[in-house]
């Protein structure tokens, strides 16, 4: 087998990604997959440098701006993105030496034909590593949006909607936590006691695994470090499936009962679904819908390995009434499609494909999608509504129409989130932030019906 070089791998992977036709976290997961034979140290480079150059690219095209003749706009693809991945190394990777990364970046020209520009690649990266401590970035008093842009790579229109949204001092909290290299959350079944869960961690924590419980639920714990959730003590078991503790906290709040009917509308991958089957203790039923087969078998998936018995699976589109369903739900979860802003730092992508218009039109898919969705409530039922996005239009605003079109109320959660939500939680909905509340930005909302629609 020819020997696989890991910055070739990363170039590949970001000239795929120049072209838009796949997230990067689906792209970048489906490669270290292809290349699963190589050394764990060799696929954490080819990943670490991937999601970095994508996530720092307004910085690093800032800073090639600065040592280039030539914009970074008008630079070939090829050579674009080898820069690119190039200086993030130089600028974000103190373990490997400069020089290695400019040779390395030559040699990588020459072999893709380049050769030409093999001068220019080194002239610029050389020039980068000798005047990276003088870098004159946008300063913060006197341009702050510039500043937050430019040295938390967010397009500025962005940092203009989570300031305005949520102030300056938790936007750049915010904006922090976007780049911080993230834990995985992992919801631990409550059906395990507090002996089997110390045993599972520990087991973690000797294979190497960093392991932090978080503050808001006994359940939840965040795991770095890993080679892989698969290949951790308990997966095949069922005892643990992955999802974010703002996932979890919408089922805490739903109050799901024993004998309950629990409809969820928009499912994939199944975290509330099974969440919420725990919660029914083998009793009720759930009945997991989502709109493609792919999707469904992954609920499927996931619902075998955990061993839920009460769960359903179904492939049905969120807009299009199934007629078995009307009336039926206790509770109806609906976590509707949106523009994904509160995920930035696990999919770094999103910030640069979003746009004003994709925002609105996302907003009108959501109203399709509870049009149809409400009449799954029984009356007096409870709907969580839930986005992974922080946008009032789509969180806020939208809970106010909801409420206004369809003859529903907001519920209070404060007996049923931990103690640092109750305050908001009491109005019946709460926007959890990145770098505030140790989540993905997220949304929920607790709504009862209040009559028949």
């Given at each position: 087998m020819a020997e696989v070089n890991g910055r070739e791998v990363v170039l590949d992977i970001l000239l795929e990604l120049s072209k838009e036709s796949e997230y990067s976290n689906i792209l970048i997961a489906a490669v270290l997959e292809k290349h699963d034979y190589l050394d764990g140290r060799e696929k954490a480079f080819i990943k670490r440098v991937s999601e970095g150059t994508i996530e720092r690219r307004i910085q690093i095209d800032y800073v090639l701006d600065r040592f280039s003749k030539l914009s970074v706009k008008k630079m070939k693809p090829f050579i674009r993105e080898l820069l690119r991945m190039s200086v993030y190394q130089i600028l974000f990777m103190e373990n490997i030496p400069d020089a290695a990364v400019c040779n390395e970046a030559v040699k990588l020209a020459k072999k893709r034909g380049f050769r030409s520009l093999q001068g220019y690649v080194n002239g610029v990266l050389r020039a980068v590593a000798r005047g990276k401590e003088q870098i004159p970035y946008p300063d913060k008093q006197t341009d702050y949006l510039e500043y937050l842009s430019v040295c938390y790579s967010m397009p500025r229109w962005l940092t203009e909607h989570f300031c305005a949204a949520y102030g300056e001092e938790r936007c750049e909290a915010v904006l922090a936590a976007f780049l911080q290299r993230g834990a995985v959350s992992i919801r631990i079944q409550e059906t395990l006691d507090e002996k089997e869960r110390e045993a599972l961690t520990e087991a973690w924590q000797q294979s190497g695994v960093q392991v932090h419980r978080h503050p808001y639920l006994p359940y939840a714990v965040t795991v770095q470090k890993t080679d892989g959730i698969r290949s951790l003590a308990g997966y095949r078991e069922g005892s643990f499936a992955v999802q974010d503790v703002s996932s979890m906290l919408v089922v805490e709040a739903a109050g799901i009962r024993?004998?309950?009917?629990?409809?969820?509308?928009?499912?994939?991958?199944?975290?509330?679904?099974?969440?919420?089957?725990?919660?029914?203790?083998?009793?009720?039923?759930?009945?997991?819908?989502?709109?493609?087969?792919?999707?469904?078998?992954?609920?499927?998936?996931?619902?075998?390995?955990?061993?839920?018995?009460?769960?359903?699976?179904?492939?049905?589109?969120?807009?299009?009434?199934?007629?078995?369903?009307?009336?039926?739900?206790?509770?109806?979860?609906?976590?509707?499609?949106?523009?994904?802003?509160?995920?930035?730092?696990?999919?770094?992508?999103?910030?640069?494909?979003?746009?004003?218009?994709?925002?609105?039109?996302?907003?009108?898919?959501?109203?399709?999608?509870?049009?149809?969705?409400?009449?799954?409530?029984?009356?007096?039922?409870?709907?969580?509504?839930?986005?992974?996005?922080?946008?009032?239009?789509?969180?806020?605003?939208?809970?106010?129409?909801?409420?206004?079109?369809?003859?529903?109320?907001?519920?209070?959660?404060?007996?049923?989130?931990?103690?640092?939500?109750?305050?908001?939680?009491?109005?019946?909905?709460?926007?959890?932030?990145?770098?505030?509340?140790?989540?993905?930005?997220?949304?929920?909302?607790?709504?009862?019906?209040?009559?028949?629609?």
């Amino acid at each position: 087998m020819a020997e696989v070089n890991g910055r070739e791998v990363v170039l590949d992977i970001l000239l795929e990604l120049s072209k838009e036709s796949e997230y990067s976290n689906i792209l970048i997961a489906a490669v270290l997959e292809k290349h699963d034979y190589l050394d764990g140290r060799e696929k954490a480079f080819i990943k670490r440098v991937s999601e970095g150059t994508i996530e720092r690219r307004i910085q690093i095209d800032y800073v090639l701006d600065r040592f280039s003749k030539l914009s970074v706009k008008k630079m070939k693809p090829f050579i674009r993105e080898l820069l690119r991945m190039s200086v993030y190394q130089i600028l974000f990777m103190e373990n490997i030496p400069d020089a290695a990364v400019c040779n390395e970046a030559v040699k990588l020209a020459k072999k893709r034909g380049f050769r030409s520009l093999q001068g220019y690649v080194n002239g610029v990266l050389r020039a980068v590593a000798r005047g990276k401590e003088q870098i004159p970035y946008p300063d913060k008093q006197t341009d702050y949006l510039e500043y937050l842009s430019v040295c938390y790579s967010m397009p500025r229109w962005l940092t203009e909607h989570f300031c305005a949204a949520y102030g300056e001092e938790r936007c750049e909290a915010v904006l922090a936590a976007f780049l911080q290299r993230g834990a995985v959350s992992i919801r631990i079944q409550e059906t395990l006691d507090e002996k089997e869960r110390e045993a599972l961690t520990e087991a973690w924590q000797q294979s190497g695994v960093q392991v932090h419980r978080h503050p808001y639920l006994p359940y939840a714990v965040t795991v770095q470090k890993t080679d892989g959730i698969r290949s951790l003590a308990g997966y095949r078991e069922g005892s643990f499936a992955v999802q974010d503790v703002s996932s979890m906290l919408v089922v805490e709040a739903a109050g799901i009962r024993q004998g309950d009917t629990v409809i969820d509308v928009c499912a994939a991958p199944g975290g509330k679904a099974l969440h919420a089957a725990v919660k029914l203790m083998g009793t009720g039923q759930v009945i997991a819908c989502d709109v493609t087969e792919y999707k469904a078998a992954k609920i499927e998936e996931n619902r075998d390995r955990m061993g839920m018995t009460n769960v359903s699976v179904r492939v049905r589109d969120a807009r299009i009434t199934d007629e078995s369903l009307i009336g039926q739900a206790d509770v109806l979860i609906a976590d509707v499609p949106c523009s994904g802003l509160g995920v930035i730092g696990k999919k770094q992508d999103i910030k640069y494909r979003v746009t004003r218009q994709s925002m609105e039109e996302v907003v009108a898919l959501q109203r399709e999608i509870i049009d149809n969705a409400v009449r799954y409530l029984k009356p007096d039922g409870v709907m969580m509504y839930s986005t992974c996005t922080m946008n009032p239009a789509e969180n806020e605003e939208m809970t106010d129409w909801i409420c206004r079109t369809y003859d529903m109320e907001p519920v209070g959660m404060a007996q049923e989130l931990p103690e640092e939500l109750r305050e908001e939680a009491d109005r019946g909905y709460v926007q959890l932030l990145p770098g505030v509340h140790g989540t993905d930005g997220f949304f929920l909302a607790k709504l009862r019906r209040k009559s028949q629609v």
